[in-house]
């Protein structure tokens, strides 16, 4: 891991208030990215306990390793067999805290299914094919988090992140829900992806809210296209409505063991609208 990386991953997104983070377009070259994931990361550093996180459509890793870094245990899903995600995960080979999985993760158990990917962009690789340059690249095997739970005797998760480009939902329907709850959960939606799929993301923000936590809907402008990154537009208390029909974004959802105000202390000041 190189300085920039360090700087970007861990001890920014930790030390500084959002307000300071946006400004910030440093000598290392690199603009300083605020998300989701770092609202539970700078959370939890403080409390100093490591934890377990699933991160199920990892993409290259850079939503877990911080997490690797401060000493949990991980478990993280990846099917795309990709050359550059699978070499960027391959650095994590040496941490026996950290496991990957090629499978894909849906709410029922398959065998020998097709996995597409599209050229316009290595982030949206899904179960799916929701645009017209995604072609079938492999076939692959689908667990659900429930199973491979169970097959790895896995007693407690702390982080639940996905983010599996339309499949979300199944994966948190193949769930253990009653032997136990996750005290975070970053869940993508995107109605553009799901709508085909039969459900939108209220059928998601309700499911989550069924499940006892209370959750919040961080919505981003519509994407111009795949590949390219979108405004951040706010965050508002579910259930609520959309800004823009053709937004999306992630649900955070927080256990009842979770202080609200500590969570979303470093929005105060910000540009970000948050809305409670």
């Given at each position: 891991?190189?300085?920039?990386?360090?700087l970007?991953?861990?001890?920014?997104?930790?030390?500084?208030p959002?307000?300071?983070?946006?400004?910030?377009?440093?000598?290392?070259?690199?603009?300083?990215?605020?998300?989701?994931?770092?609202?539970?990361?700078?959370?939890?550093?403080?409390?100093?306990?490591a934890?377990?996180?699933?991160?199920?459509?990892?993409?290259?890793?850079?939503?877990?390793?911080?997490?690797?870094?401060?000493?949990?245990?991980?478990?993280?899903?990846?099917?795309?067999?990709?050359?550059q995600k699978?070499?960027?995960?391959?650095?994590?080979?040496?941490?026996?805290?950290?496991?990957?999985?090629?499978?894909?993760?849906?709410d029922?158990?398959?065998?020998?299914?097709?996995?597409?990917?599209?050229?316009?962009?290595?982030?949206?690789?899904?179960?799916?094919?929701?645009?017209?340059?995604?072609?079938e690249?492999?076939?692959?095997?689908?667990?659900?988090?429930?199973?491979?739970?169970?097959?790895?005797?896995?007693?407690?998760i702390?982080?639940?992140?996905?983010?599996?480009?339309?499949?979300?939902?199944?994966?948190?329907?193949?769930?253990?829900?009653?032997?136990?709850?996750?005290?975070?959960?970053?869940?993508?939606?995107?109605?553009?992806?799901?709508?085909?799929?039969?459900?939108?993301?209220?059928?998601?923000?309700?499911?989550?809210l069924?499940?006892?936590?209370?959750?919040?809907?961080?919505?981003?402008?519509?994407?111009?296209?795949?590949?390219?990154?979108?405004?951040?537009?706010?965050?508002y208390?579910?259930?609520?409505?959309?800004?823009?029909?053709?937004?999306?974004?992630?649900?955070?959802?927080?256990?009842?063991?979770?202080?609200?105000?500590?969570?979303?202390?470093?929005?105060?000041?910000?540009?970000?609208?948050?809305?409670?």
């Amino acid at each position: 891991m190189n300085l920039k990386e360090f700087l970007s991953f861990y001890l920014l997104p930790l030390y500084l208030p959002l307000r300071y983070i946006e400004k910030i377009n440093d000598r290392i070259g690199n603009k300083i990215k605020f998300d989701e994931v770092t609202l539970v990361l700078n959370y939890i550093h403080k409390t100093k306990a490591a934890g377990t996180m699933f991160d199920v459509g990892a993409q290259y890793g850079e939503s877990f390793s911080p997490f690797a870094y401060l000493g949990w245990n991980i478990f993280a899903f990846e099917p795309d067999n990709n050359p550059q995600k699978q070499n960027a995960l391959s650095k994590y080979k040496s941490n026996p805290k950290v496991k990957i999985s090629s499978e894909a993760v849906s709410d029922s158990e398959k065998q020998d299914v097709p996995f597409f990917a599209s050229n316009e962009s290595t982030g949206i690789s899904s179960l799916a094919a929701f645009t017209n340059g995604h072609k079938e690249i492999a076939r692959t095997n689908v667990t659900t988090l429930s199973r491979f739970i169970e097959k790895n005797s896995v007693h407690r998760i702390d982080f639940l992140k996905i983010d599996i480009e339309g499949y979300d939902f199944m994966a948190l329907k193949g769930f253990p829900w009653h032997i136990m709850t996750p005290d975070f959960i970053i869940c993508e939606f995107d109605d553009n992806k799901t709508l085909k799929l039969g459900h939108s993301y209220r059928d998601i923000g309700h499911f989550l809210l069924s499940k006892g936590y209370s959750v919040f809907l961080s919505e981003y402008f519509p994407l111009e296209r795949y590949g390219k990154s979108s405004k951040w537009r706010g965050i508002y208390k579910f259930p609520c409505d959309l800004s823009d029909q053709k937004g999306w974004g992630n649900f955070i959802c927080l256990s009842r063991n979770i202080n609200q105000q500590k969570f979303f202390k470093k929005l105060n000041g910000s540009s970000i609208k948050t809305i409670f």
